[in-house]
């Protein structure tokens, strides 16, 4: 790859870029993040380039990361010059050949796109919205553009603006999109103090769960004592349902390289690291990929933009423990030791990794810097609500229909993400609650759907916002099992460093599986409170800190679920198998046998087209039965 030392070069790459990004000839992009793999990407990739060769045609065939709209994936997009993007969802092996077929014949007969993307030349565009409206032919204006799509209509990107546009491995791509051209801009033209100020002015907060201002600390960061310093990337995502760093690192790896070069120039430090989990393999490729490509155009290493500054990047990989995400901890693990936290009065940007001053922010932070160095703080500001400015990132998952990774401008209404992007609840169900914040967050009610999706509206209603995990239920859910999951995820997650979390959660835990088995006694729920109190006022870190959460919430907002187990000894969701039993309806039940060749317990018993019957004794509560049933005659009670 050539250097790349000035403006011009910069703008020979970009425009290198966008003959890869719009080739003359056609070209065919495949959703190839871990969400698009997992789907069946990879056999789809494997069966159109076969069709490609087979064919022998002059077609481009790319990936990209993910596209967002993990419900329709494998999604595959079409690009042809003079004509909207189209993008293919629920793609197939058995679809390939039909969709080059298609292409060939320039059709949309056999297989109809689920939206299109209508674009312009982006050269003369080059700061303007990417997706605008061009020339449609008549016979595609049927299919919905992007932003009309539901999925897509109030959502802003900016954090993933990149993914599912660019091939993540392909720098020039990246610069095509106005990469590191902020770059350029922040060492050149911006002394470190207004870069700070303008992240400053942006109101930009940590995106990793703490909310902390990430101007203010960069500024703590640089006026504190000693002459080394280091930035780091918190890319160790663990909670459960989680996946919008991963997503950023693996569908746009770049922007989290410049924004973590930026950063490195405002605070003087010249040194970094990424920090990822192990479990993230394909993030750490592209990651890797897209260091070495940076560091052989110059723009990590030595004299970045023919300045005096220098500034390098390692990547170091996590054992996938969950208290890593904590900074200290996550720092203590850098440094090789065990991954325990510290005590806060001693601050990381003052006594860091090594002792030494040090910047840790988060992928999606990270992510954002290069915009608001483009556009500028105030730009950013002016997106989202007072205190919780730009926009936030989520992981939308559960039960919902359009299951993906969205990004939305902050205070946005609750309502707005479960029912206009996620598409409502399947099945007719009804909307019970949504947990937000990972394991430590709480659980919004359905009363509260009106609320407004930002930092602090989310902390008063007992919740966080956490790196941006939002889990939607329904009205199968127990949510006194559901606090049980969490706080027994957080009994193996805690280290045990500090006894409020160690012993505290541990007996909580062990309360909460007493209250789901039928052994509940009265003042539990009060004894719950009590103790969440201690753990929260004398654990050492974040982790002990807003463990009791999802108890606390589920309390608040569902105690009449509390008292039904304890009291009553009955699960209103019928989720809690000591607390349930199945009964077959002899009104409903037709005799088709299929409940009894499906039990593996072997607890049905009947006629052939007479009504059957469940022995209580031998039944192990597995919802097989009910499952299978044609006829609802199957009821839990």
Known sequence: MKKISTLDDLKKAGDKGLKSLYPGNVKIVVGMATSGIASGAQAVYDALSAEIKKKKLPYLLTKTGSMGMDSIEPLVDVIEKGKPRLAYGKMTVDKAPL??????????????????????????????????????PEYLKEIPAMYEVPFYKKQVKIA??????????????????????????????????????????????????????????WQSCRRAEGDVRYVICNGDEGDPGAYMDRSVMEGDPHSVIEGMIIGAFAVGAQEGFIYVRNEYPL???????????????????????GTNFNFDIKISKGAGAFVCGEST???????????????????????????????????????NVPVIISRGGKWFSEIGVQHSTGTKVFSLV????????????????????????????????????????????????????????????????????????MIVMDEKTCMVDLARYFIEFLVSESCGKCTPCREGIRR?????????AGHGKEGDVELLESMAKG?????????????????????????????????????PAGVCRALIKYEISAKKCTGCTVCAKKCPSECISGEKKKAHKIDQKKCIKCGICMESCKFSAITVK
């Open 535 to 571: 753990i929260v006022d004398g654990s050492l870190c974040a982790l002990g800190g807003s463990a009791p959460n999802p108890v606390l919430s589920t309390i608040r907002y569902f105690r009449d679920e509390y008292d039904a187990h304890i009291k009553q000894k009955k699960c």
């Open 398 to 469: 559960g039960k919902i229909n359009n299951i993906g990774l969205v990004e939305v401008p902050m205070g946005i209404p609750l309502k707005d993400i479960v029912y206009d992007i996620g598409g409502g609840i399947p099945g007719g169900r009804k909307f019970k609650a949504v947990q937000t914040g990972g394991p430590s967050g709480g659980c919004i009610p359905s009363s509260m759907m009106n609320l407004s999706v930002d930092f602090d509206a989310l902390w008063e209603a007992g919740s966080m916002m956490g790196s941006g995990g």
């Open 329 to 367: 901890a996550l720092m203590a693990s850098l440094e090789g030791k065990a991954g325990e936290p510290r005590a806060k009065y001693i601050h990381t940007v003052e006594h860091g990794l090594w002792d030494r001053p040090s910047n840790l922010n988060n992928v999606e932070t990270w992510a």
């Open 160 to 217: 993933t603006r990149n993914c599912g546009v660019i091939d993540p491995e392909n720098i020039e791509e990246y610069i095509a999109r106005g990469g590191y051209f902020s770059l350029h801009k922040a060492l050149t033209a911006m002394p470190a103090e207004e870069i700070i100020e303008d992240v400053i002015k942006s109101g930009l907060r940590g995106r990793g769960g703490g909310g902390f201002p990430t101007g203010l600390k």
């Open 508 to 516: 909580m835990n062990d309360i909460l599986h007493d209250i789901c």
């Open 99 to 136: 969709l080059i077929d298609q292409i060939v014949k320039g059709t949309i007969d056999k297989i109809k796109p689920f939206y299109r993307v209508d674009e312009e030349d982006v050269v003369a565009k080059r700061e303007k919205r990417h997706y605008l409206a061009g020339n449609v």
């Open 283 to 305: 993030a750490v490729a592209n990651l890797a990929k897209a260091i070495a490509d940076a560091r052989s155009c110059g723009l990590l290493g030595k004299n970045i933009f």
